[in-house]
């Protein structure tokens, strides 16, 4: 052993890649926004709903299913109507206005993912994928600049397709300019992880910053840095 300034390596418990092994045969990322990349403000306003209300929680998770939710976040139906239509569904009275601040409020950066985003890049293509209302993306914008964040950016609403269609996954593989069998995905919903894996990709449910970066390390997307103690 050569006793002239030994290095040792400090790593985590978990198996980490080789940082000169094989370059991943992952070529881009690809994340959901409400619930993934962001907190789900609207989720959120309906859990107080729920408690304040003594509405079964239950019964929330049904009108995430509700056909005019599909229809708004394909642009198939004004945000009007769905306000309309969610009222009548749980059947009671409040003032539009109140409730959709309050959606806007909750909706806030998931801790830790910004930084993780910003590290995919430096490897891959990053996209933003996500089901949502034309109205209601406007206003999350002006929290943060997604086209500066991500590389490509599709919004259900503009296109008229949402996830799980296999369509939507295969369009945002040819916006990053890869093959879907080379995107790895991160989605809060299990129909849009399986709709992905239709289309080829590797899908996971988004559990947490923490366990997407242990996933994205695996795959040699990211690579945790040594810790060298020099004596």
Do not use: H
Request: aromatic fraction near 12%.
């Amino acid at each position: 052993m050569n006793s002239k300034n030994p290095k040792f390596e400090i790593r985590n418990s978990k198996q980490i890649p080789n940082p000169k092994s094989k370059n991943s045969k992952y070529k881009a990322v690809i994340f959901d926004l409400g619930d993934v990349y962001y907190q789900n403000g609207f989720k959120k306003v309906l859990a107080l709903l729920a408690r304040q209300k003594r509405i079964k929680p239950k019964f929330l998770d049904e009108v995430f299913r509700r056909p005019y939710i599909k229809k708004i976040e394909v642009n198939k139906i004004t945000e009007r109507v769905f306000w309309e239509e969610f009222r009548k569904d749980i059947g009671l009275e409040f003032k539009t206005s109140v409730l959709r601040k309050a959606v806007f409020k909750y909706f806030k950066p998931t801790p830790g993912m910004k930084a993780l985003v910003k590290d995919c890049r430096k490897k891959v293509k990053v996209g933003l994928l996500t089901n949502n209302i034309k109205e209601w993306f406007k206003i999350q914008e002006q929290k943060e600049d997604f086209n500066k964040s991500f590389d490509k950016v599709l919004v259900s609403a503009k296109i008229g397709l949402r996830k799980p269609d296999k369509k939507i996954y295969f369009l945002m593989a040819k916006m990053l300019g890869v093959k879907s069998k080379e995107c790895i995905f991160f989605d809060d919903n299990l129909d849009n992880i399986k709709g992905a894996k239709k289309a080829g990709m590797k899908a996971f449910r988004f559990k947490g910053t923490a366990d997407c970066r242990r996933k994205l390390n695996n795959f040699r997307i990211l690579q945790d840095k040594k810790v060298k103690i020099k004596t």
